[in-house]
């Protein structure tokens, strides 16, 4: 009975992107317009320093405008979490099916999080944790459900293919990952400006890795980088 929920819980969560890309796609365009816009000011500028008359006036249209299509801000940023969830969500799934292997995979998706890290004003992550506790949920969730799906079949998949360790063991190694990107986060352990988060996270890919690569997926590794020269 455990097992069936838990394959029906990962079901939903890979169906879950599809189904809010396909609402984005059905999406009121000018709704649309305004949570894609929205979203790049906030990852600009942080979300609590933003006011609605500051976005209104970032996006050049009215309060009355917003409001039209989200009860308030925290409707709004919500809403911004759950669509950028989704689209990173699509992103990686293409990473993987496009990829020849495991480490292949897991090295384009990284570069695809660390470049999203690169745009993201440092304060982010504390304004949805503290002031909008219920989009902070949705990327938890995302996080320790999604990522770490994909991370656990990352690991199975690289230990088939003969380039990680076959004494890993997915789960723990996926949820070790997970913890570790919760930690990058953290800035009471990395302070902003001293440490970026893209530095942190492209640190700790590369001794996740290393970490899991036997001899022939180090060799495969090098070998990659070495191509990209």
């Not at 209104?56 to 925290?74: G, N, R, V, W």
Request: charged fraction near 25%; proline fraction near 3%; include cysteine.
């Amino acid at each position: 009975m455990t097992n069936t929920s838990t394959h029906w819980k990962h079901l939903l969560f890979f169906l879950f992107p599809m189904c809010i890309l396909l609402y984005i796609c059905i999406m009121d365009e000018k709704k649309l317009e305004i949570l894609e816009r929205a979203s790049i000011v906030y990852m600009k500028f942080g979300v609590k320093s933003v006011t609605m008359d500051d976005l209104a006036k970032e996006l050049a249209i009215s309060k009355k405008t917003i409001y039209k299509y989200f009860k308030d801000k925290h409707e709004l940023v919500r809403e911004i979490i759950s669509m950028k969830v989704s689209m990173d969500s699509a992103l990686c799934i293409n990473c993987k099916q496009t990829s020849s292997n495991a480490i292949d995979a897991l090295i384009k998706i990284s570069r695809l999080v660390i470049e999203q890290l690169t745009n993201i004003n440092p304060t982010v992550f504390y304004d949805l944790q503290k002031f909008h506790p219920d989009a902070w949920s949705i990327m938890k969730e995302h996080k320790w459900t999604f990522v770490h799906s994909m991370i656990k079949e990352n690991i199975k998949r690289g230990i088939s293919e003969g380039l990680y360790r076959a004494n890993l063991n997915p789960n723990i190694a996926a949820k070790l990952y997970v913890a570790s990107t919760d930690n990058i986060m953290n800035m009471s352990i990395f302070p902003w400006p001293e440490f970026k988060f893209q530095d942190v996270f492209s640190e700790m890919i590369n001794i996740q890795i290393n970490g899991m690569a036997n001899d022939e997926g180090r060799k495969h590794l090098k070998q990659y980088l070495e191509n990209e020269k």
